[in-house]
């Protein structure tokens, strides 16, 4: 049974910084397009960011452009998600989740596994 555990999520003020790491079990973890999707409260859940399997493609809401980066660690099977200059909408419960195949694409449809998510609170 493959795997993803994230951590690093807690409360953290408006303006601050967060990491956020996703571990996996899964074998042929280089060959899985990885990404980060979030859900508010009573909201969709969405695609916040996406990178591919060799980490050379990537992909962002444009929520969290230029704030938010994704990379990953092939050789670690870690996912990773640096967000800065969080603002109170960042609010939610974050999850990590792995497609075969290894490309991405802006809606990261179909993924095969997911994390059980963590909670990123913005207080302002």
């Known amino acids: 049974q493959v795997q993803l555990e994230e951590s690093g999520g807690g409360l953290v003020q408006v303006g601050g910084s967060l990491n956020l790491s996703c571990t996996s079990s899964v074998v042929s973890f280089t060959t899985y397009g990885m990404a980060w999707f979030r859900q508010a409260p009573g909201e969709e859940r969405e695609v916040v960011a996406a990178i591919s399997w060799r980490g050379q493609k990537f992909h962002y809401a444009d929520s969290v452009k230029d704030r938010f980066t994704i990379s990953r660690d092939n050789t670690k099977n870690t996912v990773l998600l640096q967000m800065r200059s969080l603002k109170p909408e960042d609010t939610a419960v974050y999850y990590c989740?792995?497609?075969?195949?290894?490309?991405?694409?802006?809606?990261?449809?179909?993924?095969?596994?997911w994390g059980k998510g963590i909670l990123v609170t913005v207080s302002s």
């Open positions: 989740a792995g497609r075969k195949g290894g490309y991405i694409d802006s809606n990261m449809n179909g993924m095969d596994y």
